[in-house]
């Protein structure tokens, strides 16, 4: 089965410190996705990437960049980590087209305290 | 916009019952796909069912099915037969065709009682 690989389960940073979550997928997929996920709120998107050096800010882009210089992995970056950005981050993948069937492949979260 | 209701934040369901989560949808699109992702403990989320709204029959898979509701905008999740490894956090998500945008509620945690 495909897997989604996150760097850190936990991480904890201080303010103002650059914070770097990476994601690795083995499944050759073109779709990848940050989550944020917190309580009460669900999952909401950070950033897509349809592809390698493609990407497109979700609803809550703020805060953060992204990089995916190759297919399998996707990074999101805290430029200047705030105390807001505590959360639970999770990483999906996708296959496009009919094989897909639409299901995204999620890894296990990073969930960062940013003090 | 689309948006995704789900009402309960908590169920709890005995051992070996049913039980049914609730998720409602706002969405002018006809093509469109409903999903329901289970999150347990180790926190990796994993797809249990998938229904394409130009598919009137519901979806199952083996104790899981839904009932689509399409014209009343509703996609609940029933859970037959229990099991302490339902205990997780059940989120509704919505994708509308030919986007990548998945819109998830803000999940339902399910308790399973001994």
């Known amino acids: 089965d495909v897997k989604v690989t996150q760097s850190s389960r936990y991480l904890v940073k201080r303010t103002g410190e650059k914070v770097f979550l990476e994601c690795v997928q083995d499944?050759?997929?073109?779709?990848m996705f940050w989550y944020r996920q917190d309580p009460g709120l669900g999952l909401r998107l950070i950033y897509f990437?349809?592809?390698?050096?493609?990407?497109e800010k979700g609803d809550i882009p703020e805060g953060y960049s992204v990089s995916r210089e190759k297919k399998e992995r996707f990074s999101l970056i805290l430029e200047s980590a705030s105390t807001n950005q505590t959360s639970m981050y999770l990483c999906?993948?996708?296959?496009?087209?009919?094989?897909?069937?639409?299901?995204?492949?999620f890894g296990s979260g990073t969930q960062l305290s940013v003090l | 916009a689309q948006t995704v209701t789900q009402s309960q934040p908590e169920m709890s369901v005995q051992e070996a019952e049913t039980v049914t989560l609730s998720c409602t949808y706002d969405?002018?699109?006809?093509?469109?796909?409903l999903f329901w992702y289970k999150q347990p403990p180790s926190r990796q989320m994993i797809l249990v069912i998938r229904?394409?709204?130009?598919?009137?029959q519901n979806a199952t898979e083996n104790r899981f099915s839904v009932n689509f509701q399409k014209a009343a905008k509703s996609f609940s999740l029933k859970i037959s037969d229990s099991q302490l490894g339902d205990a997780a956090m059940y989120f509704c998500a919505y994708r509308s065709g030919g986007t990548y945008k998945y819109i998830f509620g803000t999940g339902t945690r399910l308790k399973v009682l001994a």
């Open positions: 229904q394409e709204a130009y598919k009137q």
């Open positions: 999906a993948s996708r296959l496009t087209g009919t094989a897909g069937s639409g299901k995204l492949f």
């Open positions: 499944m050759d997929h073109e779709n």
């Open positions: 969405t002018s699109e006809s093509d469109y796909y």
């Open positions: 990437s349809y592809d390698v050096k493609m990407k």
